[in-house]
């Protein structure tokens, strides 16, 4: 059984922090590590993608992924309100993904 | 470019009818999934096709649930008969490789049994 793991949160931050939100994944053959953002009565939305071990940066977004401790995180500067939503985490192998429960990230004015 | 369209958005019924939904993919997208939202929950799979062909069907319950894909294009997801725990949001997505940058979602639909 593939499981995706994330804590449910809230997680509390205020405008201009740094959020990190964190995923944890058990199926060690897992080949591509997605984090998708879900506001309120919306269907998910692609923000980030990565698939080698390291950082990847997008603008206010840093994903990172470690392979050895199948550990995923989300690090998001200079958070703003409009950032609060809940972020999916999502693994694949071969073509299917497998989404945690998400987290919710609250971000105070 | 066009996104996934779902249809109907809302759709309200009693336990033990039938209900279907309707999904277009983006265009040249050949595989498309069908997940289940349960509220407070992430996406579960439910079939995955690839062009008209099942790819994976496990977790889909197949006493209630059927899905077709024909021609390759559009889908549709049935449940007969439907159950109270069958309330959540039906999200299809389609890729146009497998997994590639990821899924595109459509705004799925949101079932209510009562």
């Known amino acids: 059984q593939k499981e995706v793991e994330q804590n449910s949160g809230p997680l509390s931050v205020p405008e201009g922090a740094i959020a990190s939100l964190n995923c944890t994944y058990s199926?060690?053959?897992?080949?591509?590590f997605f984090w998708y953002r879900q506001y309120s009565g919306k269907s998910p939305e692609l923000i980030m993608f990565?698939?080698?071990?390291g950082d990847k940066e997008d603008g206010r977004f840093t994903a990172q992924l470690n392979k050895a401790s199948q550990y995923v995180s989300l690090l998001i500067r200079d958070s703003q309100p409009s950032d609060s939503a809940t972020y999916l985490c999502a693994v694949g192998r071969y073509s299917t993904l497998t989404f945690g429960k998400g987290t919710m990230l609250l971000v105070s004015p | 470019e066009a996104g996934v369209a779902q249809s109907p958005r809302y759709k309200i019924i009693e336990k033990r009818q039938s209900v279907a939904f309707w999904c277009n993919p983006i265009s040249g997208h050949a595989t498309l999934y069908w997940y289940q939202q349960i509220l407070g929950q992430g996406p579960k799979l439910l079939i995955q096709?690839?062009?008209?062909?099942?790819?994976?069907d496990s977790q889909l319950p197949k006493d209630r649930f059927s899905a077709e894909r024909l021609k390759g294009v559009d889908s549709t997801l049935k449940i007969q008969p439907a159950k109270l725990e069958d309330s959540a949001v039906y999200l299809c997505?389609?890729?146009?490789?497998?997994?590639?940058?990821?899924?595109?979602f459509g705004s799925g639909t949101r079932l209510t049994v009562v």
């Open positions: 199926d060690r053959g897992s080949q591509s």
């Open positions: 990565i698939y080698s071990n």
């Open positions: 997505a389609s890729s146009l490789e497998a997994q590639g940058s990821g899924y595109t």
């Open positions: 096709f690839q062009n008209n062909g099942v790819v994976d």
